[in-house]
Nanobody
Framework: EVQLVESGGGLVQAGGSLTLSCAASGFTFDDYVINWFRQAPGKEREGISCISSTDGSTYYADSVKGRFTISNDNAKKTVYLQMNSLEPEDTAVYYC??????????????????WGKGTQVTVSS
């Protein structure tokens, strides 16, 4: 069974940093695209970053570019989202999602096959 489990969320002051983890299990961690999404109360879900294991491509939404960094550790079957210079506007539930076995590069336009349950990030002003 494919599972994605997010962790690392919490409460942080504006200007602070957090690192989110997306731990994967139930599949061979060698052909995937993993995306990070977030959803704030009353707002639509926003795709913010992705990484492809096939070509190493990454993507960042304008809202997080220059502040967030996505990375992967295939030995640990984990994708990370390093978040710096956090702003109150970054407050949201953060989800990772995966599409497997395609050989595709990074894109936020895919329909994701597997989703984690999310981790809450709250940034106080």
């Amino acid at each position: 069974e494919v599972q994605l489990v997010e962790s690392g969320g919490g409460l942080v002051q504006a200007g602070g940093s957090l690192t989110l983890s997306c731990a994967a299990s139930g599949f061979t961690f060698d052909d995937y695209v993993i995306n990070w999404f977030r959803q704030a109360p009353g707002k639509e879900r926003e795709g913010i970053s992705c990484i492809s294991s096939t070509d190493g491509s990454t993507y960042y939404a304008d809202s997080v570019k220059g502040r967030f960094t996505i990375s992967n550790d295939n030995a640990k079957k984990t994708v990370y989202l390093q978040m710096n210079s956090l702003e109150p506007e970054d407050t949201a539930v953060y989800y990772c999602a995966a599409i497997l076995g395609t050989g595709w590069g990074c894109s936020m336009s895919y329909g994701m096959d597997y989703w984690g349950k999310g981790t809450q990030v709250t940034v106080s002003s």
